[in-house]
């Protein structure tokens, strides 16, 4: 179940809970999803980028982007990556790859 993760993480959250809506909680919310990526836990990361996308529609990251990839090559849930791919928002980098992706 648990173990132990890096202390940023545990800082992030914090900020995350204590400000969320916060331009610091945007990028805490995009660090802690990336450090989720680096300790493979997939499903969090996936979750939190999601989260990312959801509370900050205007994003400066590409939350939902990273959401759509994880789930559709690392969790393997097509549902889920569609959903994501759909939210991909028109300023992203990445807008037409997720077009021709929910086809």
Known sequence: AGGSVPSALITWR???D???D???AESALWN???GYEELRRYDFAAQTYALL???FPNPK???WWRAAEIYDKRLRNREAAQNA???V???SRNYNEAQKRLK
């Open 14 to 16: 914090q900020i995350i």
């Open 18 to 20: 204590r400000h969320p």
């Open 22 to 24: 916060s331009p610091e």
């Open 32 to 34: 802690l999803a990336r």
């Open 53 to 55: 996308g959801t509370r």
């Open 61 to 63: 990251y590409d939350a």
């Open 85 to 87: 791919y759909a939210r």
């Open 89 to 91: 928002p028109s300023t």
